[in-house]
């Protein structure tokens, strides 16, 4: 099992800046993709950003430019550092973590592990 857990949400103003951690917790070798998710009220979760052990990233098109993920494998964090936020960022944040080994001759569990969540509102 993995344990994800954020922190750094807030209220931020308009053009402001934020910086999310996400914590990794609990017995396993590596984790192969690790990033975020967002969901605003009435809509869907969504893709932010996910970054692969082999450095690849992915970031949705909305947040390109603006947001930066990076990854400490060593200490088990992952970070999404936000800027030039914008009112339409308000969303509650979620940190994902997908392929898990648990030892380093186990294969690859593709189960997607989710934090509880960190609220940011980007408002004046």
């Known amino acids: 099992q993995v344990q994800l857990v954020e922190s750094g949400g807030g209220l931020v103003q308009p053009g402001g800046s934020l910086t999310l951690s996400c914590a990794a917790s609990?017995?396993?070798?590596?984790?192969?993709?690790m990033g975020w998710f967002r969901q605003a009220p009435g809509k869907q979760r969504e893709l932010v950003v996910v970054?692969?052990?082999?450095?690849?990233?992915n970031y949705a098109d909305s947040v390109k430019g603006r947001f930066t993920i990076s990854r400490d494998n060593a200490k088990k964090m992952v970070y999404l550092q936000m800027n030039s936020l914008k009112p339409e960022d308000t969303a509650v944040y979620y940190c994902?973590?997908?392929?898990?080994?648990?030892?380093?001759?186990?294969?690859?569990?593709?189960?997607?592990?989710w934090g509880q969540g960190t609220q940011v509102t980007v408002s004046s």
């Open positions: 609990g017995r396993f070798f590596s984790i192969n993709a």
């Open positions: 994902y973590a997908q392929g898990v080994r648990r030892s380093y001759l186990s294969p690859r569990d593709e189960n997607a592990y």
């Open positions: 970054a692969t052990s082999a450095s690849d990233t």
